[in-house]
Structure formats: structure tokens, C-alpha cells
């Protein structure tokens, strides 16, 4: 078997130095609004803590991933990347990275699932000592197909909740070989990151790929979990009526509390304009669903994987199917109603066709996180069994203070008194 290529190798040698010095401006203007990757990368090349490391990493490639990439690099590792979706790369990014003599891109937009999973066995080649990834499959497919590899690895890091969920699953089977960082559940990422960043792009991509309002719309948010609230704040944010379908009551509660119509999904199908599912799990929108939908409305995926709208059941109850924009397919239906799925039901803020991710500030806060991860890793990482491990508080709150002294803003510290009130029991009435 040839050895999957770099993406140097896959452009065309015409396009490659025009590729390389676009993918290099999108990652100028990201780096230019990264307060904290700044800060983290002149540590890392003063200091060279990651010297002699080897990071494998599949992620989102694109401009705001690149610089956490770089700044590994900078910080002394070799790095081999590739996408984490194939549909969400940058190929001019990824054509940019590859030129840094620490880092070899495979990532490529549009790769089918055999040259997704080879270009992650490529990265592999290199014989990591860390790994980094978002969504598990990075760390699947170490344990899967190269075990002889886990005695050198220190641990890994991942990045999003799909992800942490499967390696809790595997933890709790015991098949989880090494210790990896949940950089998912840390303040600083998912509060920020999930309903910020998750609201903010997914809106604009469907706005982006679709020219239609929000205003007077009635959005379907299916799941009220950190990614749901940030997409129902913001479309409520853009005039439009919002209803949540959820499976946990308490979350089902706290977006009635939020004075959010509350619905089964089999009630909100019909009256939805806009579906947006962002629950991590699969078949919420399924045929029963299609059946009862308008003419015209527009389905979306935010969650992780493209599992949670049915599109085989979609497409066996279309009599046409075609593209009715770039990024939009319309399935019509027996009696003429369009139902309009966007970016092929792939997480709709990335794999779209104009999509840019989340806003580079919160990608800067949630690679800060993932860089001090890794960094603890190489300095500490004996102190960790195998298994999903919390981020230290104190790594997720001194990346909180680097932000807030790039925004000027500042903040109390608590007297010796309150300190020591706050950590005693024996103060009653
Ligand atoms: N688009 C992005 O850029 C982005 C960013 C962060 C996370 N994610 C992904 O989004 C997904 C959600 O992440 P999160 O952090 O919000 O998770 P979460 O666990 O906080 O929320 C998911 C919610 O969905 C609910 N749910 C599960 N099954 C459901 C069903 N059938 N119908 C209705 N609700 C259901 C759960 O009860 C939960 O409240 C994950 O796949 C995560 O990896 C995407």
C-alpha cells in the first residue's frame, strides 16, 4: 500500500503557492484576535516544553485550529494533522500548515470514508506521544488497529462532548488504554464555546447558505444541552419563535423556565420552519417527522455526527431530489412538499459550503485549554492512570485570566478573610 499523501501532494502543483499564502491570511487574522494562543505560543518558544514529542491530531482543519497546531509546533513538537469531518476542512489552510517544517497536513475537504480513515492512519505513521482530537476517532482507531502504539503514548486530549461521551463509554468498559483530558467539560470551552460558538455559526451558516430570515420564523431546537441553549438564545435573539424537544425533564424544564414552547418532536414537525439538532444523538428527525413537515422548511445538523436526521428515510420518500442552492439539497416528496437539508446534514457551522466555524475568540479560549492539556501531559503525565480525566481547575482558570487581561477587564481576589471563611466548616449562625 502507497503511504497516504500530504496535502502538498494532493493540490494541484498550479494552485498549491496561491492555496498556501490564502490558507496563511485566513490564519494571520485568526491569530491577530487569539489574546490567549499569543500569549501561550511566546511560552512555548521560549520554554520548548513539547521538545521530542510527537502529536497526532484530527480536528476541524481550518484557520483557528491551525494556530493551535503552530503553536504545538512552535512549542517543539512534530505535529501530523488531519480532519476530524470530511467536510470541514480548509484546503488552503491545510496547504498553509504544511509548510511549517514541524507539521505534515493530511487534511482535505470532501475525502470519502476510506481516505478519511487512511489519512488518520497517516498520522498514526508518525507514532504519537500525545494525541489530540475531536470527536474520538483518532483514539479508536489507535486502540482498534495499532495497540502496539499505547505504551508510548503519555495521553490525549479531546475537544468536543460526542467525543468525551465515547471515551466514557469505552473507560467504563475498561478498553480505554491511556489517560485523556475531557477539554469538552471545562468551563472555559463549553461555556462558552458549545452555546456561544455553537449558536453564533450555526445561525450564520444557514443564513449564509440559505439568504432567509430568522425574523417571524419558528425554530425547532432539538436538545436543550449547552449547544441547544446557545442556538435557542440566538435565534430567539433574531426575532424568531423558538420550541426545544428534549428527553431529559430537567432540561426540558429549564427551557419551558426560559418561556421556550416545549414539544414532543412529533408536535413541533409540523409547525417548524427551521429544525436545527444538536443532541449528539441519532434518529431525532425521522420518517413519521418528514411526514407531517411544510412545504419549504430547512433541516440542520449541529451535533457531531450526521446521524440525527434520518436521510435514508428522507431520500426513500423522495420522488426528486436536487440541489436547490450550493449547500442546500431538496428532497421532494410524493405530493409535492420540499424539505431543504443543509451541508448533507453534516454539522451545519462547519461543513457548509461558506461555513467558518465557531467566532475565532471562542476557538481561542478552547485551544488555550488544549494546549495547556497538552503541556501538562508532557510535564505530569505519569500522575494519570488511563482513563477520561478532568482538567485541572487551576490550567482552565489560568487560561480565564489571560483573556480577561487581554480584554482589560479586571476582577476581585478574595480577602485571607473570605478565604478562609469559604473554607470552613465551623461558621454557623
Ligand atoms: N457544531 C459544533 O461546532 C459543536 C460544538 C460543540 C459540541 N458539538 C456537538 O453537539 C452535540 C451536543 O453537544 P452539547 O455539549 O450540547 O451536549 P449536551 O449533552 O449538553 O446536550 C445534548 C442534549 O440533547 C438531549 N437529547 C438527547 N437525545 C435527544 C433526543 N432524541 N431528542 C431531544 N433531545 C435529546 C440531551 O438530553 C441533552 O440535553 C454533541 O454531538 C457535540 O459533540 C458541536
Redesign the pocket.
Known amino acids: 500500500m502507497t503511504a497516504y499523501p500530504p496535502i502538498s501532494d494532493q493540490l494541484p502543483a498550479d494552485d498549491l503557492e496561491s492555496a498556501r499564502k490564502e490558507g496563511r491570511r485566513k490564519m494571520e487574522w485568526a491569530a491577530q484576535h487569539m489574546p490567549i494562543m499569543t500569549a501561550l505560543r511566546a511560552e512555548f518558544e521560549a520554554d520548548q516544553p513539547l521538545a521530542g514529542e510527537r502529536i497526532a491530531m484530527a480536528m476541524h482543519v481550518e484557520a483557528k485550529t491551525a494556530i493551535l497546531v503552530e503553536v504545538l509546533a512552535d512549542g517543539g513538537a512534530e505535529v501530523a494533522v488531519t480532519g476530524c469531518n470530511p467536510l470541514s476542512t480548509h484546503d488552503d489552510v491545510s496547504a498553509a500548515l504544511d509548510t511549517h517544517e514541524n507539521i505534515t497536513s493530511y487534511a482535505k475537504r470532501g475525502v470519502d470514508s476510506e481516505e478519511y480513515y487512511d489519512a488518520i492512519h497517516a498520522t498514526i505513521d508518525l507514532e504519537p506521544t500525545i494525541t489530540v482530537d475531536d470527536?474520538m476517532d483518532l483514539v479508536a482507531a489507535i486502540h482498534e488497529d495499532y495497540p502496539e502504539l499505547i505504551d508510548g503514548i503519555v495521553g490525549g486530549a479531546e475537544e468536543?462532548?460526542?467525543?468525551v461521551?465515547r471515551l466514557r463509554a469505552m473507560d467504563d468498559d475498561g478498553a480505554l488504554e491511556y489517560p485523556v483530558f475531557a477539554v469538552?467539560d471545562t468551563p472555559m470551552k463549553?461555556l462558552f464555546?458549545?452555546v456561544h460558538?455553537?449558536g453564533e455559526?450555526?445561525l450564520a451558516s444557514i443564513a449564509m447558505t440559505t439568504n432567509l430570515s430568522w425574523a417571524g420564523k419558528t425554530v425547532v431546537v432539538?436538545?436543550?444541552?449547552?449547544?441547544?441553549?446557545g442556538v435557542a438564545r440566538k435565534a430567539a435573539g433574531q426575532n424568531a419563535n423558538v420550541v426545544v424537544?428534549?428527553?431529559?425533564p430537567r432540561?426540558a424544564l429549564e427551557a419551558h423556565m426560559e418561556g421556550y414552547d416545549v414539544l414532543p418532536?412529533a408536535e413541533a414537525a409540523a409547525v417548524g420552519d427551521v429544525f436545527i439538532t444538536?443532541?449528539?444523538?441519532r434518529?431525532?428527525i425521522v420518517e413519521d417527522h418528514f411526514e407531517v413537515m411544510q412545504d419549504g422548511v430547512l433541516l440542520a445538523n449541529?451535533?457531531?455526527?450526521d446521524i440525527e436526521i434520518d436521510l435514508e428515510a428522507l431520500e426513500a420518500l423522495a420522488v426528486d431530489t436536487y440541489e436547490a442552492r450550493d449547500g442546500v439539497q431538496a428532497y421532494e416528496l410524493e405530493d409535492g412538499r420540499r424539505l431543504n437539508v443543509i451541508a448533507e446534514g453534516r454539522?451545519?457551522?462547519?461543513a457548509a459550503p461558506i461555513a467558518l466555524?465557531?467566532p475565532v475568540e471562542v476557538m481561542d479560549q478552547s485551544f488555550g485549554v488544549q494546549a495547556a492539556c497538552v503541556r501538562e501531559l508532557v510535564e505530569n503525565g505519569e500522575a494519570y492512570d488511563a482513563g477520561v480525566h478532568d482538567v485541572p481547575d487551576a490550567l482552565d482558570q489560568k487560561v480565564a485570566e489571560i483573556k480577561l487581561e487581554a480584554d482589560g477587564v479586571q476582577f476581585d481576589d478574595l480577602t485571607e478573610t473570605q478565604r478562609e471563611y469559604m473554607g470552613s466548616w465551623d461558621h454557623g449562625t
Open positions: 470527536g468536543t462532548t460526542t467525543g461521551h469538552n463549553r464555546d458549545n460558538g455553537t455559526s450555526s432539538a436538545g436543550f444541552g449547552y449547544c441547544g441553549k424537544t428534549e428527553v431529559e432540561r418532536m444538536t443532541t449528539g444523538n434518529d431525532v449541529a451535533g457531531h455526527f454539522l451545519v457551522n462547519l466555524g465557531h
